[in-house]
């Protein structure tokens, strides 16, 4: 499944597991795992993970701040 680029869906869209995973580019256990482990913002629909697209797309700067800010030392 192709996902179309950052900011091209509405900020409040539900993204599933493997979209995340193909946003992320990423397996889909290591997305499962951040979000078991409460590293990375989901939530649970009738036991399956969830994502909001906002949630991500703030998540993502977040890391790309906290890994600008370790360059930095």
Same mark, same amino acid.
């Given at each position: 499944?192709?996902? /179309?680029?950052?900011? =091209?869906?509405? =900020? @409040?869209?539900?993204?599933? !597991?493997?979209?995340?995973?193909?946003? !992320?580019?990423?397996?889909? %256990?290591?997305?499962?795992?951040? +979000?078991?482990?409460?590293?990375? /913002? +989901?939530? %649970?629909?009738?036991?399956?993970? &969830?994502?909001?697209? &906002? @949630?991500?797309?703030?998540?993502? @700067?977040?890391?790309?701040? +906290?890994? =600008?800010?370790?360059?930095? %030392?």
């Amino acid at each position: 499944m192709t996902l /179309p680029e950052r900011g =091209a869906l509405p =900020a @409040d869209d539900i993204l599933t !597991l493997r979209e995340v995973a193909g946003l !992320l580019k990423v397996a889909e %256990k290591t997305v499962y795992t951040m +979000a078991r482990q409460g590293e990375m /913002p +989901a939530f %649970k629909v009738r036991g399956q993970w &969830r994502f909001r697209r &906002r @949630d991500i797309d703030g998540w993502i @700067d977040r890391q790309q701040s +906290a890994d =600008a800010g370790e360059g930095s %030392k």
